[in-house]
């Protein structure tokens, strides 16, 4: 084993997406951490994308939630650990004892390490007796768990990273990873570098970034995967690209399978009329799959989150099944997951319908050893409430308890306004959290203060199966406990027995002895099996390197799966899965025309609780947009640039449209971060339907039918400040974080009559004597002024009845200066730098903060023809990548002076 320390830097695990990237971090004397990869981890050898390069820019204490508090003469107050708990442990009790185990729940996160997530699952399912455990992991995978569950007999990703370099063409499927999992996706760049005939085909009805890279982009329709691939099955068996001494030995239900691809499928014409593509693109895709014995089908978020998600990761793991591309070198269907600990959730069963260790819960001798290894004295015995059913439960009083722990559903679940309607309903509201104010806690009745990335001590398990460790660097701020440990001492707060944990690495240690109990393939079989790892000490389990699952035999890691053929259904077998198509359970109609789509922006995660602490991230994307077709924002008269309102039957939201390129007539997509701390109202996830996949409970993220109006206002304009301006009387803002100020676009839909007081009011410049400055030019409504503090800029306003507003870059700059010059008073009210300088435009390279129109300026006027040239010029996509599809779209799309 290495050390897991050198000097002063620390080796951990980031914090964001499935990959699960090391990262070396270096805390510095003044507070700061320096953050570089980890050479030394296999995920990515010492390689970070952007947002993790980013993370010593989230760890300040602003904003934290640093003591328990709890709900008193209608506001929070801080108390003590034991009266928060207390308070819990009793009102959490008295209601179990009224109302029975079921009426109590708790709904926690894939941002949870395994060791929060064992010990919240075997409070909840061992002791309190009620399965009502849920997770944020049900909107981003349940799908795929689900769908693997069906054709493995249990939750297993067959392949690791190395396969992707092992492969001959590489399929992602409802996957924008260029931007969702970057490193993965600049692995595959560097794999069609070195290896140029590897085909990469990318599904998806979005031209994302991730198709920059692509042979073939097959624009599906949205919900027709399923008869992509219904299509594709049925194709190989007709030509007869079939392994049948594969089919034979190790699968059970081709027959039916293909049955009902074929009744929709057969014919390819079919097929790509229903997937509104061309025929020849169809064709292109299912030739190279029938003549490569290598592939790899990457799938993700496009495909889990629908109403047929299981059935569109069943239709994919067919098509790997019938040619036996599965547990061999560079094959195999691979689920990228979302989540830092999405899959670390999983192994410890942390969804409603799971038992630990991979074990079920509605199977008796599953839950027998459960509860003989717990010593639990009141075992669940039926699978507990589904996230969506969860907050429905809630609302209809029939939940009466809710503890939410490091998750935001008020804004991350579909139908967000009536998670909001139930929290406000529910007699008691646990959250823990790391930050104070998010649009979850304000209905918190005890608030709990969490340890956060950087300061808690665990292990995370990534999209390739690979356990590794995060580890604490920085000292444990206010009050704050690890959540494993939060949930112990409530546990123990309730007279429960077994949450006498020494530390993480004992929480650990069970969870490992757990997946060995009785795993014998006379007992309880299953490949989740870490044993091995069971028995470490502090010492040991600090310095654990990553290793993956399933340790065999002496403690040898597995990297791919299934490559002796035995799969963990009974019979050994994996199994076809029958999958009859079916659209998005809503359709578009006259009244809401358009199909909403949902995903990530590439430098933001979540609803921005840690990444939008980043100035380093805040400018790539600034805002939440409407993206769509120009012909369609025609047709529905909005415009490029300017605010729209986006409804559906269940909600509605207000951002800005644009036209990004890659939409298809009829649909248009918007980000999931913004929410109710950074945007007055861009929260996608209250238009999103209600509306569930039948077997995996995951939500249709991906299609929602909407209609779009104009939002009209009578003048824009932006706050640059630092300190909170008052924005009551604004229509529309969104809050950007700049370095030592934050930045508010603003508009307005109110007639102001004395610009001068209204800009006071704001600003919350009550001081006749303050040093302000000010320009109104009444006839055309343009209005700014400055106020200063001791010779430095403390806030500024701009308005305009018109979008002309001066760029914000200049500005900015002012808030990093000890003194303003005259030229930069002067400049002030002129609107802009008195010595022009160069607009670079909105961030593309984020990692050299290099602008759009300075690499179109360069590309221009320097003539470059490649990416590589661009980086040589002015070092955008140098470092992390993650701008590189960009870079190409806009080597693409300029023209170079002649
Ligand atoms: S790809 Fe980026 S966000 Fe994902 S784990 Fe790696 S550094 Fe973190």
């Known amino acids: 084993m290495n050390l897991s320390q050198d000097h002063l830097s620390v080796k951990t695990t980031c914090a964001y997406c499935g990959v699960g990237c090391g990262v070396k971090a270096t805390p510095r004397a003044d507070g700061t951490v320096a953050i570089e990869g980890d050479a030394s981890h296999p995920a990515n050898l010492g390689r970070l994308c952007v947002k993790g390069s980013a993370l010593g820019e989230t760890v300040s204490l602003d904003g934290r939630l640093l003591y328990p508090q709890l709900r008193m003469d209608g506001g929070l107050q801080r108390v003590t650990w034991d009266a928060a708990l207390e308070h819990a442990a009793s009102r959490w009790q008295a209601i179990v004892a009224a109302h029975g185990p079921d009426a109590v729940a708790l709904y926690v996160s894939g941002q949870l390490l395994t060791e929060d997530y064992y010990v919240a699952n075997k409070l909840m399912k061992g002791y309190v007796g009620s399965a009502n455990i849920d997770t944020n992991s049900r909107l981003c995978m349940s799908s795929a768990v689900a769908g693997h569950k069906r054709a493995f007999g249990e939750d297993l990703v067959p392949v690791c990273y190395d396969d992707l370099e092992l492969a001959d063409m590489i399929v992602l499927v409802g996957s924008n990873a260029a931007w969702c999992h970057p490193i993965l996706f600049q692995r595959i760049v560097r794999i069609k570098e070195q290896r140029p005939h590897v085909k990469l085909v990318v599904v998806d009805p979005r031209r994302t970034a991730t198709c920059e890279l692509a042979d073939l982009h097959l624009p599906v329709k949205p919900g027709t995967d399923v008869w992509l691939f219904n299509g594709l099955l049925s194709y190989l068996a007709r030509i007869g690209a079939v392994d049948p001494a594969f089919v034979g030995a190790h699968t059970n239900g081709l027959d039916g399978a293909l049955a009902a691809a074929d009744a929709d499928c057969a014919e390819p014409a079919a097929v790509a009329a229903a997937c509104r593509i061309s025929l020849d693109a169809l064709m292109e895709f299912y030739e190279a799959f029938a003549a490569t014995a290598k592939v790899i089908t990457g799938f993700s978020m496009g495909v889990n989150q629908s109403s047929a998600g299981t059935d569109k990761v069943n239709s994919i793991i067919n098509c790997h099944l019938i040619g036996g591309r599965i547990g061999k070198p560079g094959a195999g269907p691979f689920s990228i997951t979302g989540q830092p600990n999405a899959m670390g959730g999983r192994e410890v069963g942390g969804l409603s319908n799971m038992l630990a260790a991979h074990l079920d819960l509605d199977n008796g001798a599953h839950r027998d050893a459960?509860?003989?290894?717990?010593?639990?004295?009141?075992?669940?015995?039926?699978?507990?409430?589904?996230?969506?059913?969860?907050?429905?439960?809630?609302?209809?009083?029939?939940?009466?308890?809710?503890?939410?722990?490091?998750?935001?559903?008020?804004?991350?679940?579909?139908?967000?306004?009536?998670?909001?309607?139930?929290?406000?309903?529910?007699?008691?509201?646990?959250?823990?959290?790391?930050?104070?104010?998010?649009?979850?806690?304000?209905?918190?009745?005890?608030?709990?203060?969490?340890?956060?990335?950087?300061?808690?001590?665990?292990?995370?398990?990534?999209?390739?199966?690979?356990?590794?460790?995060?580890?604490?660097?920085?000292?444990?701020?206010?009050?704050?406990?690890?959540?494993?440990?939060?949930?112990?001492?409530?546990?123990?707060?309730?007279?429960?027995?077994?949450?006498?944990?020494?530390g993480a690495h004992a929480v650990f240690d069970e969870h490992a002895r757990l997946s060995a109990h009785d795993n014998r393939v006379d007992a309880l079989p299953r490949q989740f099996d870490i044993g091995a790892l069971a028995g470490m000490d502090r010492a040991a389990y600090d310095a654990l390197d990553p290793v993956q699952w399933p340790l065999r035999a002496g403690g040898q890691p597995t990297a791919r799966l299934f490559e002796d053929g035995a799969y963990s259904h009974g019979d050994g077998r994996?199994?076809?899965?029958?999958?009859?198509?079916?659209?998005?359970?809503?359709?578009?109609?006259?009244?809401?025309?358009?199909?909403?789509?949902?995903?990530?922006?590439?430098?933001?995660?979540?609803?921005?609780?840690?990444?939008?602490?980043?100035?380093?991230?805040?400018?790539?994307?600034?805002?939440?947009?409407?993206?769509?077709?120009?012909?369609?924002?025609?047709?529905?008269?909005?415009?490029?640039?300017?605010?729209?309102?986006?409804?559906?039957?269940?909600?509605?939201?207000?951002?800005?449209?644009?036209?990004?390129?890659?939409?298809?007539?009829?649909?248009?997509?918007?980000?999931?971060?913004?929410?109710?701390?950074?945007?007055?109202?861009?929260?996608?996830?209250?238009?999103?339907?209600?509306?569930?996949?039948?077997?995996?409970?995951?939500?249709?993220?991906?299609?929602?039918?909407?209609?779009?109006?104009?939002?009209?206002?009578?003048?824009?304009?932006?706050?640059?400040?630092?300190?909170?301006?008052?924005?009551?009387?604004?229509?529309?803002?969104?809050?950007?974080?700049?370095?030592?100020?934050?930045?508010?676009?603003?508009?307005?839909?109110?007639?102001?009559?004395?610009?001068?007081?209204?800009?006071?009011?704001?600003?919350?410049?009550?001081?006749?004597?303050?040093?302000?400055?000010?320009?109104?030019?009444?006839?055309?409504?343009?209005?700014?002024?400055?106020?200063?503090?001791?010779?430095?800029?403390?806030?500024?306003?701009?308005?305009?009845?018109?979008?002309?507003?001066?760029?914000?870059?200049?500005?900015?700059?002012?808030?990093?200066?000890?003194?303003?010059?005259?030229?930069?008073?002067?400049?002030?009210l002129a609107g802009r730098a008195l010595a022009q300088g160069f607009d670079a435009g909105p961030t593309v390279c984020s990692c050299f903060g290099v602008g759009r129109n300075t690499i179109c300026a360069a590309i221009r006027e320097q003539k470059l023809g490649s990416v590589a040239e661009v980086t040589a010029c002015v070092k955008a996509g140098g470092n992390c990548g993650s701008c590189v599809p960009e870079l190409k779209k806009l080597l693409a799309e300029t023209v170079v002076a002649a």
């Open 370 to 502: 459960v509860q003989t290894f717990w010593s639990a004295p009141r075992m669940a015995e039926r699978p507990g409430l589904k996230a969506l059913d969860l907050f429905h439960a809630i609302e209809s009083g029939k939940v009466k308890a809710v503890w939410v722990i490091a998750t935001n559903p008020v804004v991350s679940m579909p139908d967000a306004d009536q998670v909001r309607r139930a929290l406000e309903k529910c007699e008691l509201v646990i959250a823990s959290d790391i930050v104070q104010d998010t649009d979850t806690n304000a209905y918190a009745h005890v608030l709990l203060p969490a340890l956060g990335w950087g300061e808690k001590d665990g292990t995370v398990t990534n999209s390739e199966r690979r356990i590794s460790r995060q580890r604490a660097f920085l000292p444990a701020p206010g009050e704050a406990l690890p959540d494993w440990q939060i949930l112990s001492r409530f546990a123990q707060r309730l007279g429960y027995a077994g949450f006498d944990f020494a």
């Open 574 to 828: 994996a199994r076809f899965i029958a999958t009859p198509p079916r659209l998005p359970a809503h359709q578009a109609d006259d009244e809401y025309p358009l199909a909403l789509n949902t995903g990530r922006v590439r430098d933001q995660w979540h609803t921005m609780t840690r990444t939008g602490r980043a100035p380093k991230l805040a400018d790539h994307v600034a805002e939440s947009f409407i993206d769509m077709h120009p012909q369609d924002a025609l047709l529905h008269g909005v415009r490029e640039g300017e605010l729209a309102r986006l409804s559906s039957k269940w909600g509605a939201m207000v951002a800005r449209v644009q036209h990004g390129g890659g939409i298809a007539r009829g649909a248009v997509f918007v980000p999931i971060h913004w929410n109710g701390q950074t945007a007055s109202d861009a929260r996608v996830g209250a238009l999103v339907n209600p509306v569930v996949d039948p077997v995996s409970g995951e939500p249709e993220f991906k299609h929602t039918p909407v209609r779009i109006e104009q939002f009209r206002v009578k003048w824009h304009g932006f706050v640059l400040s630092r300190t909170a301006p008052q924005l009551d009387s604004v229509a529309h803002w969104t809050r950007i974080q700049g370095r030592a100020f934050a930045r508010y676009e603003l508009a307005g839909r109110n007639d102001i009559a004395d610009y001068s007081a209204w800009a006071r009011t704001v600003l919350g410049v009550d001081d006749g004597d303050a040093d302000w400055l000010e320009y109104f030019d009444r006839s055309a409504g343009v209005y700014r002024a400055v106020h200063v503090v001791d010779d430095r800029i403390a806030q500024c306003i701009f308005l305009s009845p018109r979008l002309d507003l001066p760029p914000r870059a200049w500005l900015a700059s002012l808030f990093a200066q000890d003194a303003l010059s005259d030229a930069d008073r002067a400049g002030l």
